[in-house]
């Protein structure tokens, strides 16, 4: 298994409230994803990173930001939490364009 | 903008039998990479098998195999030898060769019934 991991794995928030979640890699790959997985859509990309500091945002990137300041940390922020962000978060990395290895999700719920 | 469509919400299959999970996809790309991915009850996301398109032959991984056929871009992924441990949701997913974003399916769900 690749070594990715998120935390929290589970967290109950309240809207209007920040919220950062973290993906942490032990690979030194260069590409980190975050997605959203929801009922009826599958997996969709929020942001991704192509290398520290460089990011760029995906099909559901809004209400959300992304941070790399390392090659190992990308973090995911929900700046004021709302109720269509609860969902199931998963980081994915790859080391070149192709396949990604996913991180076990992190279950956000806002109420 | 590439669409991936997995029409078959839920299947069920017999242990020791074979199943066949459909996927079709829309792209004009001519380089890309087709995925299948698995989900069980812990929600890991696991590699099941990968084809790049410019390979006519298909992938295959001990009881996974794909059959792969380009001109009708479509996608379909045969588990042979059903076990109780292939109980999972599978995303068929999709990427183009110089992008960076995976177009997942909605997902098949399949059971593996003793």
């Known amino acids: 298994d690749a070594g990715i991991t998120q935390s929290p794995r589970h967290k109950v928030t309240e809207t209007g409230t920040p919220v950062t979640l973290r993906c942490h890699q032990t690979?030194?790959?260069?590409?980190m994803y975050w997605y959203r997985q929801d009922p009826g859509h599958g997996l969709r990309l929020i942001h991704y990173?192509?290398?520290?500091?460089?990011?760029d945002k995906g099909e559901v990137s809004d209400g959300y930001s992304v941070s790399r300041s390392k090659t190992e940390d990308f973090l995911l922020t929900l700046e004021s939490a709302t109720s269509s962000q609860t969902s199931v978060y998963f980081c994915?990395?790859?080391?070149?364009?192709?396949?990604?290895?996913f991180g076990p999700g992190t279950r956000l719920l806002v109420l | 903008a590439q669409t991936v469509t997995q029409s078959q919400p839920e299947m069920s299959v017999q242990e020791a039998e074979t199943v066949t999970l459909s996927c079709t996809y829309d792209?004009?790309?001519?380089?890309?990479?087709l995925f299948w991915y698995k989900q069980p009850p812990s929600r890991q996301m696991i590699l099941v098998i990968r084809?790049?398109?410019?390979?006519?032959q298909n992938a295959t991984e001990n009881r996974f195999s794909v059959n792969f056929q380009k001109a009708a871009k479509s996608f379909s992924l045969k588990i042979s030898d059903s076990q109780l441990g292939d109980t999972a949701m599978y995303f068929c997913?999709?990427?183009?060769?110089?992008?960076?974003?995976?177009?997942f399916g909605t997902g098949t769900s399949l059971t593996v019934i003793p």
């Open positions: 084809q790049e398109a410019y390979k006519q």
């Open positions: 792209t004009s790309e001519n380089n890309y990479y």
């Open positions: 990173s192509y290398g520290v500091k460089d990011t």
């Open positions: 994915a990395i790859s080391e070149r364009l192709e396949t990604q290895y």
């Open positions: 997913a999709f990427m183009k060769h110089d992008g960076n974003q995976f177009y």
């Open positions: 690979e030194n790959h260069r590409y």
